[in-house]
């Protein structure tokens, strides 16, 4: 674990917000030359806190209007690999985001879909016919506020 001073938090909370900004305009942002803040990103990525940078895609601009998480639960646990299970509902187009969680349902999902139609499709034709599904329980996505985390 990385020893974080306060510019260190600073760099990170920037860099959440807008993870294009310049080394340049971080420096201006928080107090600190250019090269010492670039010196800072670098030991950030070397330690691996800085693990690379991800687009946020407006879905909703996309045409993707509902999210719904599904906790999953498999039925038969000897029959199916858990690995063939990820990688079948990985493969849908859909899926955002898969997790084995602990708990009542083996795995947490993250489906959108562009209306709730076309959700009952996803649902029915690709997820409800992966081998080893048991119980599914879907929960709609009414509203979401983006946190920036501990750091921020």
């Known amino acids: 674990m990385i020893e974080l001073d306060a510019h260190d938090r ?3 909370a920037a860099l959440q917000e807008d993870a294009t900004l310049s080394a340049g305009a ?3 942002r928080i107090g600190l030359s250019q090269p010492a803040t670039w010196r800072r990103i670098r030991r950030l990525q070397e330690a691996g806190v800085l693990a690379g940078t991800a687009l946020d895609l407006d879905l ?3 045409g993707f209007t509902v999210t719904v998480f599904l906790g999953i639960k498999l039925a ?3 029959r199916v ?4 299970f990820e990688r079948a509902i990985s493969a849908i187009p859909e899926v955002q985001s898969v997790q084995h969680v602990l708990g009542l349902y083996d795995y947490r999902v993250r489906v959108v879909a562009r209306d709730l ?3 009952e499709r996803i649902l029915r034709r690709r997820i409800m016919t992966l081998p080893g599904v048991g119980d599914v ?3 709609v996505l009414l509203s979401e506020e983006r946190l920036p985390g501990p750091l921020g």
């Open 60 to 62: 909703e601009a996309l």
């Open 26 to 28: 971080l420096a201006r």
């Open 137 to 139: 329980e879907a929960n």
């Open 76 to 78: 038969t646990r000897g």
């Open 117 to 119: 139609a076309d959700f």
């Open 81 to 84: 690999s858990l690995e063939d």
């Open 10 to 12: 600073s760099i990170l």
